[in-house]
């Protein structure tokens, strides 16, 4: 498909699945596979950018990642901390806005920080966003969404009053959902912002997903039709 002909989604949503199965494939830890995932984070971003795309969405750890070894859950907050060192000279150079949704509390402090001291300094960026799930579930950002409605003292509440609450109140609904490895279903990543998305689903696995695998989901949404409920 040319790329004159494609339909450029406003905001797609990455599931980065399968990087334990790369690694094991390869007879390495499963934490290798986390550090060739984070690697093509950049690529896939930058791609994203220049095909037009405006928002990224990443599921970079979830509420229900807890579970998992010790050692693992320490790693990926290792890596995304040293994705973000290595990446904020691309955020500032390239204009692009970093949202984290998802409760930073509970994540090494270390990495909080340089969390909210990105946020700070890409806050005025209006073209790009990057958006990145850190201990996210949308469960438990629609569940915050309607606690903080109750603090604010509403008695009844409006699809608007609970989308201004949600992490990603200043960023559209994803249209595009990708998930690699196979696996297919949304395991709690953005469920309200997903309502209308089209979901793509790839048996790539998250370590082999490069641009041109990125060019075959866009070229796949460009076909669909999207009617939003209507005919
Ligand atoms: C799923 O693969 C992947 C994750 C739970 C973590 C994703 C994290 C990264 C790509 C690295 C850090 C993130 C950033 C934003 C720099 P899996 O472990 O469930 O793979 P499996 O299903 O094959 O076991």
Not at 37 to 42: F, L, M, P, T
Not at 152 to 160: D, L, N, R
Request: hydrophobic share 40%; charged share 30%; glycine share 6%.
């Amino acid at each position: 498909m040319a790329e004159s002909e494609l339909v450029v989604p406003r905001h797609v949503g990455f599931i980065m699945d399968g990087n334990g199965r790369w690694a094991k494939k390869r007879g390495m830890p499963r934490n290798y596979g986390h550090d060739k995932g984070a690697d093509v984070i950049e690529e896939v971003v930058g791609a994203c950018r220049d095909l037009g795309v405006k928002t990224v969405s990443l599921y970079a750890f979830s509420t229900e990642n807890w579970s998992r070894p010790k050692d693992e859950v320490d790693k990926i907050f290792e890596l995304l901390h040293k994705f973000l060192k290595r990446y904020t000279h691309k955020l500032i150079r390239d204009k692009i806005r970093l949202i984290i949704s998802g409760d930073l509390e509970a994540i090494p402090e270390d990495l909080k920080n340089e969390c909210l001291s990105l946020i700070e300094r890409t806050k005025d960026f209006p073209e790009f966003s990057l958006n990145i799930a850190i201990n996210y579930g949308s469960r438990a950002e629609i569940v915050r969404a309607v606690n903080r409605l109750i603090d604010g003292h509403f008695t009844s509440v409006t699809e608007k009053d609970i989308e201004r609450e949600l992490y990603t109140s200043t960023i559209p609904d994803i249209d595009l959902v990708v998930r690699t490895s196979g696996e297919q279903r949304l395991s709690n990543f953005f469920m309200w912002q997903c309502a209308y998305a089209e979901l793509y689903f790839t048996d790539v696995l998250w370590p082999d997903f490069h641009k041109e695998e990125l060019k075959k989901a866009i070229e796949w949404f460009s076909g669909r039709k999207r009617r939003f409920g209507g005919i």
